[in-house]
């Protein structure tokens, strides 16, 4: 519910809108595969940046419904396939939303499993249940008829554009934007000045959150803003 | 549920073992086997009544349109795909099959076809033809693929190409991408050098393990494609042009999976004797081994010593299939007398009776030794329902241990999953949840025309 106390917040016109896009994706299948997390760390060292952000990005819209156990691809597959509880946690607990570029998330996962694997090198070569195969995402930008002038009419926008414009916008933005921010956060603070509910929304854990939880915490934040 | 689509002549019903002393009143499992003839000679029952599935297959009702999966998955994700579709406007597209009914590949197309229209997009569909002697090979082709063992001999790489160039001759190329579905017309390619179009070679086969013979005859026309799609990354080869991942989908609105008045499902329970106050474990599924229907029996009895469940096997095959008649013996003798498990042998036009029957049910087993896809199980997640899926093959793109269903590797553990999920209600119910949001976002048909959408998009040079 929006607050009446406070109006001009909801009503004040920025300078520039918000327009809001989605992004579509298409699964290209990749020539590296990895039977073994040596071959793992092979193949992270020579994949090219879309499979990064396919088995990390990608693959947490594709499960955006899921709370809990699934935070990227890597993990899952070290934990399921190969039985490296320890390698999965460590893999598990990176955030893709600190990262704002591909390339050093590339850096960190290889640092995971090299770390990993000098303190463990029986685990090198054992072959995986399953094979990892890598995969590369093809992604198209889709403008949306959303538009927002106000905090009023981006809270209506947000509560009807797909999810994907929430991932689009809230979760790959840092990519395009190399900040550690979202281009939610960032139309907020420039156009409207509202520093505090910028910042406020990059506390929303959407590892913990479906990407309906988020939209509605992002809702919930918003309606309850103060200039 | 629509009594015309059911009803016609009553199908006669036989039933090889007595039904349950204590719930139809005469002790023993029971199959009921559905045959194309009038019903004349089977004793009325206090429980288990006739099933009304006609004798013949009902008319098809029309396909579906755009707006009709608005409800399903939400006004901004249709209004994305036709955005998507925009720049394709004026473009157009023919597909290539070898058959225009029966089989995934056509009921698939028989969706596509007109919602690609509806996206502007003209898309051609084009069957080819041939003699008993060219689909005999093609037949030959398709098993020797899968990794049977198969002498690939000139007679037959001659046969296939002529065919092949038949066909070719008769057809007109003139569409902006051309796609070719499976082995059977791939060698249409080679019209590729005369016209501008993208070709696309869609496999929906397992080429993880092919005979050399004749992938080693198939490889050099696939690489003259400009790109290929699989169904599962492990289903692909390497190969020098580009592969695309195109999951199998379901349609929402298909008989199969169409959401069903509880009267009907209700109905169904009752012509088929499964007791709706009582837990319900089903798998559906043809009686073939590869399914291990048996060790689903296996499983339901280790799990009945805990637990208490009735057990539904519902498929087809074994009349029409040697091998499925001796499997559905074999299941039979399993079953032994238990009043509790209720084997279904359906025609294949029994769509309706399928999804009421996973509708009715509790969990749903699919417990495949071997699997392509596993599109029961797709079906299975998308009605809410937690799923005990053998990991093999595409189950687990599908069912995500412990998040979206169970995986199991043994009858032991399918055993004790089902008194696992069949004791802990809540999160049976938040596999079933999950499982159904997983299929919305990944196993739909509008995912799949957005796929299609897409890669049109990226060979044509407008992404």
Not at chain 1, 158 to 169: A, D, E, F, M, Q
Not at chain 1, 185 to 208: H, V
Not at chain 2, 48 to 61: E, F, W
Request: proline share 6%.
């Amino acid at each position: 519910m929006i607050s009446s106390a406070t109006p001009d917040v909801f009503t004040r016109a920025a300078p520039s809108p918000f327009h809001f896009n989605s992004s579509s994706h298409l699964l290209r299948i990749e020539r590296e595969r990895a039977d073994s997390l040596g071959e793992l760390l092979d193949a992270l060292r020579s994949c090219p940046d879309e499979s990064i952000f396919q088995h990390t990005f990608q693959t947490l819209q594709e499960h955006h419904y899921i709370r809990e156990g699934f935070s990227n691809d890597f993990a899952h597959w070290a934990y399921t396939e190969c039985n490296e509880a320890g390698l999965a946690e460590r893999l598990a607990a990176i955030d893709v939303r600190t990262f704002t570029s591909l390339a050093s998330l590339r850096e960190q996962i290889i640092r995971i499993v090299e770390d990993y694997l000098k303190w463990n090198p029986l685990s090198r070569d054992r072959a995986a249940l399953e094979p990892f195969y890598f995969c590369a995402s093809e992604s198209v930008v889709i403008p949306t008829p959303f538009k927002a002038q106000n905090l009023r009419e981006f809270i209506e926008a947000l509560k009807r554009v797909s999810i994907h414009s929430i991932h689009h916008h809230f979760i790959e933005a840092r990519l395009r934007l190399k900040l550690a921010s979202n281009d939610f956060s960032a139309w907020l603070e420039k156009e409207l000045g509202l520093r505090q509910a910028a910042a406020s929304l990059n506390r929303i854990d959407i590892y913990t959150l479906t990407l309906e939880d988020v939209r509605n915490q992002l809702i919930r934040m918003l309606s309850s803003a103060r200039a | 549920m629509s009594e015309t689509q059911n009803s016609g002549n009553i199908s006669s019903v036989a039933e090889t073992a007595s039904p349950s002393a204590e719930h139809n009143g005469v002790g023993g499992s029971s199959t009921i086997s559905v045959e194309p003839e009038p019903a004349t000679a089977v004793p009325k029952r206090e429980r288990r009544k006739q099933p009304r599935i006609s004798d013949t297959p009902p008319m098809a009702p029309p396909p579906p349109r755009l707006d009709d999966y608005e409800p399903i998955i939400g006004k901004p994700e249709l209004d994305e795909l036709r955005f998507l579709a925009t720049v394709l406007k004026g473009k157009s597209v023919k597909m290539v099959n070898s058959t225009a009914v029966g089989g995934g590949v056509a009921e698939m197309l028989n969706r596509l076809v007109p919602l690609m229209a509806e996206l502007d997009v003209t898309t051609h569909w084009d069957v080819i033809t041939g003699g008993n002697d060219f689909f005999e090979i093609t037949k030959a082709f398709h098993n020797a693929l899968h990794g049977g063992s198969y002498e690939l001999s000139r007679q037959a790489q001659e046969a296939f190409l002529a065919t092949n160039e038949q066909n070719r001759q008769r057809m007109a190329f003139e569409e902006d991408v051309i796609v070719i579905h499976d082995p059977q017309p791939a060698a249409l390619v080679s019209s590729k050098k005369d016209h501008p179009g993208k070709w696309v070679w869609r496999c929906h086969i397992d080429l993880s393990n092919p005979n050399p013979g004749v992938w080693g005859f198939l490889r050099p026309m696939i690489d003259q494609y400009d790109a290929a799609i699989f169904s599962s990354p492990k289903f692909a080869r390497q190969l020098a042009i580009p592969q695309y991942l195109f999951y199998p989908c379901i349609d929402p609105l298909s008989e199969k999976n169409k959401e069903l008045d509880e009267s009907y499902i209700q109905k169904v329970c009752d012509d088929f004797g499964v007791d709706r106050s009582r837990p319900i474990v089903t798998q559906i599924s043809r009686f073939d081994r590869l399914k291990d229907p048996v060790g689903v029996v296996q499983a339901y009895k280790m799990a009945r010593n805990y637990v208490d469940c009735q057990l539904v096997l519902a498929g087809g095959g074994a009349s029409d299939d040697p091998e499925g008649a001796v499997v559905l013996k074999e299941v039979q003798e399993a079953a032994g007398d238990d009043p509790d498990i209720i084997l279904l042998e359906l025609p294949p036009w029994s769509a309706l009776e399928i999804n009421a029957l996973q509708r009715a049910s509790t969990l749903i087993v699919q417990k495949s030794l071997k699997e392509g896809f596993g599109l029961t199980v797709t079906e299975a997640l998308w009605k809410s329902k937690p799923t005990i899926a053998g990991a093999v093959g595409g189950i687990p793109t599908q069912v995500i241990h412990k998040l979206t269903g169970v995986l199991v590797h043994s009858v032991e553990g399918c055993a004790y999953q089902i008194r696992y999920l069949l004791t802990h209600p809540e999160f049976a119910k938040q596999l079933g949840k999950n499982g159904h949001e997983h299929v919305k976002e990944n196993l739909l048909m509008t995912t799949n025309v957005r796929r299609w959408v897409l890669l049109f998009r990226i060979l044509l040079g407008l992404a």
